[in-house]
């Protein structure tokens, strides 16, 4: 048995899971892709080889053979087809698919699938190959509401792993897949948990034995110091999140809609500093960058606009927008005279960020009230809804995923920003026709933001995986993440015993 501390995010069908990174690794336990990633790249899955022709517009597929879902029905190029069909007409919560992306899939025989594009597409394998689902036709040909749809058969996959028992606000059991079809599940049990409210409790869990393994964010590095200190044998591994903890403006209320406010708050800020103070090591994260794209990533553009640690600076741009301190009691008010005091909301993840924040924009007159609530979920809540004027979060998908510029800020994470150079650059994007022209493009956006300025990048978090010694798992950072983006280490790769010809 092995106990991950992962904990509840939503029944794991690819319906129904919490959109989040830890909802689709669960998911992914129980449900498999066409093809999937180790730590260099994209490798065999259920498809064991494809090709593309013109310039990645078809792709063919050849599936593996003896694949069966968990309820010992063979898997077949049907189930594909059908997959695709069916995310096509209900749409996938999880990731946005263009209805137009697709002009035809057909099944060429039982075990060969080819699918034809509206456009080129060079990315195909990492942007849908590696992250779609593949569901059985036989259990979802007759659901009409995939969204609603809780049934025990909703949760029947092709992975290593199925779904014994899933209770809300607690988490999973799941067993091994007696039919698995690549090598060996290396557990015959998986208990994934939660209720560990701050890293503290998961550190905790760790060292009382109650847990086998747990992630800790960059933001928790001392606590990963002081367990290290305590259990000098508990195996650590640091890799790089691939995630943005941003601080985030409500852009339909003045004067957080204004370019220059929100430049005057990135000169106020000081990142190093703020990671310093907050997590007490550089080696916790990565400062963060005004492109919004960390530096480690492989399309990173350094020739961007930037904001210097300037309170000086910063002082005299609130001015010029007439945000003074009248009353002489240290926090400037707003033009007609009225208290200026902005409602800065985060959760408890990131509270002590925000206090920091505060301290710094306190210093040249902004006096924000820090409001946090307890988990993420509640967060993307107000974020979404627009009931704050700053925010501090942050998601994931970040640097690996050069077509994430499509949803970064489309509301998924906050109030949306329009600006028609950003679009159109995004519509350039998606109708590149090669690797070398998505990055060329890429970088251009990362010009667009960082001189509009509509979130300021704080840091990137590194992650660090904590394991009890003895435990038979050797967690890996995933190429890019999972799915193209999501940091965690938990790759089911780790959690079988792959045949020697089990990818090819």
């Not at 995010?9 to 919490?18: C, D, M, T």
């Not at 305590?230 to 204004?258: C, D, E, I, T």
């Not at 009230?369 to 627009?386: C, H």
């Not at 489309?410 to 994007?429: A, I």
């Amino acid at each position: 048995m092995l106990r991950i501390a992962l904990g509840d995010w939503g029944f794991p069908s690819p319906f129904r899971f919490y959109p989040r990174g830890p909802g689709y690794v669960v998911t992914s336990f129980i449900f498999d892709t066409l093809v999937w990633k180790n730590a260099t790249g994209v490798i065999p899955w259920l498809a064991v080889s494809w090709e593309s022709r013109d310039n990645g517009r078809i792709w063919i597929f050849h599936l593996r053979r003896g694949v069966k879902w968990q309820d010992g029905v063979p898997l077949t190029a049907r189930d594909v087809v059908f997959s695709i069909k069916y995310y096509l007409k209900h749409g996938w919560q999880w990731k946005n698919i263009n209805p137009d992306l697709v002009k035809d899939v057909k099944a060429l025989d039982n075990y060969t699938v080819e699918i034809i594009l509206s456009r080129p597409m060079p990315l195909f394998l990492e942007e849908y190959a590696s992250t779609l689902f593949i569901i059985p036709e036989h259990i979802w040909r007759n659901v009409t509401n995939p969204y609603t749809y809780t049934s025990p058969k909703a949760a029947i996959g092709s992975g290593p792993y199925m779904l014994v028992k899933y209770k809300p606000g607690w988490g999973y059991v799941l067993r091994a897949n007696p039919y698995w079809w690549l090598g060996k599940p290396k557990f015959r049990k998986l208990v994934i948990v939660g209720g560990f409210t701050n890293p503290r409790a998961l550190a905790a869990a760790l060292a009382e034995g109650k847990v086998d393994t747990g992630v800790f964010m960059g933001m928790a590095y001392k606590v990963v110091e002081h367990l290290l200190k305590q259990h000098p044998r508990f195996r650590v591994q640091k890799g790089p999140m691939y995630f943005v903890v941003f601080l985030g403006f409500n852009l339909r209320k003045w004067p957080y809609s204004s370019r220059l406010f929100r430049v005057a708050v990135a000169h106020a800020i000081n990142d190093t500093e703020l990671i310093l103070e907050s997590m007490g090591s550089l080696e916790a994260a990565v400062p963060g960058s005004p492109g919004y794209i960390p530096p480690y990533s492989k399309f990173y553009n350094p020739n961007i606009t930037r904001y210097p640690y300037n309170p000086k600076l910063s002082e005299r741009l609130l001015e010029k927008l007439g945000l003074r301190d009248v009353n002489g009691d240290g926090c400037r008010e707003l033009p007609d005279g009225k208290p200026f005091h902005p409602l800065l909301v985060t959760t408890t993840s990131f509270a002590r960020d925000a206090m920091i924040v505060a301290k710094m924009l306190r210093r040249v007159g902004i006096c924000v009230t820090v409001k946090t609530v307890e988990s993420w979920k509640q967060l993307d809540a107000i974020a979404r809804s627009g009931r704050f004027d700053m925010v501090i979060m942050g998601h994931g998908a970040v640097g690996n995923d050069p077509l994430a510029f499509t949803w970064y800020f489309s509301g998924r994470f906050g109030l949306p920003w329009r600006n028609e150079t950003y679009e159109k650059l995004v519509e350039k994007l998606l109708s590149a026709n090669n690797t070398r022209e998505i990055y060329r493009i890429a970088r251009e956006l990362q010009e667009v933001i960082a001189w509009n300025l509509p979130r300021i990048p704080l840091y990137y978090p590194n992650i660090f995986v904590v394991t009890r010694p003895g435990v038979p798992v050797h967690w890996f950072f995933t190429y890019g993440g999972i799915d193209g983006g999501i940091p965690l280490p938990y790759n089911k790769l780790a959690l079988i015993e792959l045949n020697t010809h089990s990818t090819r």
